[in-house]
């Protein structure tokens, strides 16, 4: 069974940061390129970033709010990914998701999704 | 950039059909796949539809996808409505590096 569980949010001032962790299990790891969704209270949902595996470059990819601020890091020893956000502000407050493909046919599906972990600048 | 677009809100009867579109901004629908979310309150999304029109298994056959290129839009058709696909409803797709998702569909089932 495919599991994605998200920790380390919480409350942080404007200007903080942050680190998400996402750990995984049930699925090749160290195979699969990972995202990062996010979801504003109330809002739609807004894709963050995503890292590819090592295999095809382990490069980073990330939504133009965030570039800049945001770092994206694997440790496939653990299968846990993360992200890293700094110079957090208001607009940065929302659940966010971790997701991968596993049966869509490319990587740019989002088949599996954790529970969240909520994220309030503030 | 790529911009999907959604209705904001569909209603309809239980046992009805409802279709929730979803239009892109430039370039072909047609060209990456489109993938659609379920969203309960409360909840985490969960995938209805993924390749278009393929559904995951425990997905009812209820839930179908199609793309029309004419319109350069996909579109997810909901049959039999029951009072629990009430939801909000994502389409995704990608703009060949960045993942892209519409606004949302409010679903009310009533």
């Known amino acids: 069974e495919v599991q994605l569980v998200e920790s380390g949010g919480g409350l942080v001032k404007p200007g903080g940061s942050l680190r998400l962790s996402c750990a995984a299990s049930?699925?090749?790891?160290?195979?699969?390129?990972m995202n990062w969704v996010r979801q504003a209270p109330g809002k739609g949902l807004e894709w963050v970033g995503r890292?590819?595996?090592?295999?095809?470059?382990?490069?980073?990819d990330y939504a133009t709010p965030v570039s800049g601020r945001a770092n994206i890091s694997r440790d496939d020893s653990n299968k846990t990914f993360y992200l890293q956000m700094n110079s957090l502000k208001t607009e940065d407050t929302a659940v966010y998701y971790c997701t991968t493909a596993h049966y869509s046919s490319s990587w740019y599906g989002n088949d599996y999704w954790g529970q969240g972990t909520l994220v309030t600048v503030s | 950039n790529f911009i999907l677009t959604q209705p904001h809100s569909v209603s309809e009867s239980p046992g009805k059909t409802v279709i929730i579109s979803c239009t892109g901004s430039?370039?072909?629908?047609?060209?990456?796949?489109v993938q659609w979310y379920q969203q309960r309150p409360g909840s985490a999304p969960t995938t209805v539809i993924y390749d278009d029109n393929r559904r995951p298994s425990g997905v009812p056959d209820r839930f179908s996808g199609s793309i029309d290129s004419s319109s350069n839009s996909a579109s997810l058709t909901i049959s039999g409505l029951k009072t629990e696909d009430e939801a909000d409803y994502y389409c995704q797709s990608y703009d060949g590096t960045n993942h892209v998702f519409g606004g949302g569909t409010k679903l009310t089932v009533l």
């Open positions: 430039s370039g072909s629908i047609a060209s990456n796949y």
């Open positions: 890292i590819k595996s090592k295999t095809d470059g382990g490069t980073t």
């Open positions: 049930g699925f090749s790891f160290s195979n699969a390129w």
